[in-house]
């Protein structure tokens, strides 16, 4: 399975990217899709999650301003960034998992993000 993270780039404090993480298979099998980032001297954290139902969790950093979402028929997952703040500088990574049959987890290229003036 590959993943391909892509829309990262330069923008000011306030604006907005949309993240998108293609999947080379159909994504509906997949338990749980995420994107977690890494800051400079950070540790990688997730940032949002959605399950294959369809229900999402966020960091506490985050909630209110990222969305996160998939569309199956295109094997792809989004992750919208609204009113963005330098702390959210970082290498955005996507990331497939789940415990069917057994414990599996894919993870994407990493796409760079960087909110500056």
């Known amino acids: 399975v590959q993943l391909q993270a892509s829309g990262g780039g330069l923008v000011q404090p306030g604006g907005s990217l949309r993240l998108s993480c ?3 298979e159909n994504i509906f099998r997949f338990g749980s899709l995420g994107w977690h980032r890494q800051a ?5 954290e997730l940032v949002a999650e959605i399950t ?3 229900s999402t969790n966020y960091a506490d950093s985050v909630k209110g301003r990222f969305t996160i979402s998939r569309d199956n028929a295109k094997s792809t997952m989004y992750l919208q960034l609204n009113s963005l703040k330098p702390e959210d500088t970082a290498v955005y990574y996507c990331r497939a998992w789940g415990s069917y049959p057994q414990w ?3 993870w994407g290229q990493g796409t760079q993000v960087t909110v500056s003036s």
């Open 22 to 24: 293609a999947a080379s």
């Open 40 to 44: 400079p001297g950070k540790q990688r």
């Open 52 to 54: 294959r139902g369809g």
């Open 104 to 106: 599996y987890e894919y």
